[in-house]
């Protein structure tokens, strides 16, 4: 098995929830959590703390279902040997309830790095969900991707430590994959931008 296809699948516990999580919060369920994380917080510069974007039921939902695509995948683990292989993770050293907690807080690393991004993105006048030209927008592009892979690789630690080569190669295989998977989003009508 490739070593690109090994890290993309060790990834997939965040990326299936990560799309999940996007089709969870545009339906019409649990709506009293679709709430604004800063409660409308408005910051001394008389702008929102994170804006209406950034929702209860967008974080708990990405929490809950990292955690639940974890247990799916520790679960197929157990059950054949092949699969056995595919990620980095042995996830047969880790019991059932505990690929849920490291699953939730692996989920929990990717919400938790997104809301300095957004906070830093309000004080600078770019509005939620949307993005500017030139050369700041590349850069909050790229930022946009790169903050909850972050996240993820240093809660990732909890359960597993990577090696350096690994890191890396997490966290560029963790951007490519959330700037593609962001635009499909895009074209299905999930999200309002691309990136």
């Known amino acids: 098995m490739s070593y690109w296809f090994r890290i993309c699948y060790t990834l997939l516990p965040v990326i299936l929830a990560g799309v999940c999580n996007m089709i969870f919060v545009k339906l019409p369920v649990l709506d009293c959590l679709k709430k604004p994380m800063d409660n409308g917080m408005v910051y001394r510069d008389g702008k929102r703390l994170f804006g209406a974007n950034k929702t209860w ?4 939902g990405m929490v809950f279902f990292t955690g639940l695509w974890m247990w799916c995948l520790g679960s197929l683990d ?37 809301l300095p991004n957004s906070y830093v993105k309000r004080r600078i006048g770019i509005p939620p969900g949307q993005n500017v030209k030139g050369l700041k927008g ?5 930022v946009d991707q790169a903050d909850s892979v972050l996240g993820c690789m240093v809660f990732m630690l909890f359960f597993y430590v990577p090696t350096v080569s690994e890191a890396l190669a997490i966290f560029v295989a963790g951007v490519v994959i959330h700037y593609v998977i962001n635009i499909m989003l895009f074209v299905v009508g999930l999200k309002k931008q691309p990136a």
Do not use: D, T
């Not at 039921?57 to 708990?60: A, N, S, V, Y």
């Not at 157990?78 to 989920?107: D, H, K, M, N, T």
């Not at 590349?138 to 790229?142: L, N, T, V």
């Open 57 to 60: 039921k967008g974080f708990l």
């Open 78 to 114: 157990a059950l054949s040997p092949w699969v056995r292989g595919l990620s980095l993770i042995c996830y047969e050293e880790i019991p059932p309830a505990w690929q849920w907690f490291y699953g939730a807080l692996w989920g929990l690393g990717y919400v938790v790095f997104e």
């Open 138 to 142: 590349y850069i909050f592009m790229f």
